[in-house]
């Protein structure tokens, strides 16, 4: 028996990933009816920490993620969900979440 | 002034992908000194949550993350570490952490 390891609120990363491109689209939280739904229904769902709910990707926007693959990583506290999309991953509009560079405006302590 | 958004914890979430073959390595958490080493250093830096330390990324095995560059996502808690690898990234001697098909035996429930 092989385990998923859910942190102390019950969550894991999920990273979805273009199958096609390979352009790392959105990283979010999963719990395990998370990780239960994206199974059953071929499409990526994840927990809301603000929301307190789970949520279909796309389920307003339209733009669902659909799985193609899951990997776990080595200590099994990970999900890299392979992707087919159908819009642009972010709700900005942008293609990803990963739009933006960090400079050092991120960094700089405030003084 | 922009802001990273660091969890209760002070964390947030590092996806490390391989800059020339698209390949999603691993996911670790960062906090702000680790954020703050990696940029200085061009080596990735986490936090150890079972150890309680900074610690970069190949430190032992030799294994160094060179980053080249750093996105942050619409919502500034994570980051996307584009990397060149001068070996396996995983511990086990894997290319990537994420080896493993996510299958039933993960999900079923015990019973």
């Known amino acids: 028996m092989k385990a998923l390891k859910y942190d102390a ?9 273009d199958a096609d491109s390979g352009q790392v689209l959105m990283v979010a939280m999963m719990n395990a009816e ?6 059953q229904t071929g499409k990526a769902h994840f927990w809301s920490r603000s929301r307190k709910k789970l949520w279909m990707k796309g389920e307003t ?9 899951v990997k776990v990583d080595c200590d099994g ?3 890299l ?5 159908r819009g642009p991953a972010c709700h900005t509009g942008n293609v990803s979440c990963f739009y933006t560079d960090l400079d050092e405006d991120y960094v700089k302590p405030i003084v």
């Open 9 to 17: 609120n019950g969550l894991l990363t999920g990273v979805a990933q």
């Open 34 to 39: 998370a990780v239960a739904a994206t199974l």
């Open 81 to 85: 969900l392979l992707v087919k999309t």
């Open 61 to 69: 926007s339209g733009n669902i993620l659909d799985v193609q693959a």
């Open 77 to 79: 506290d990970a999900l």
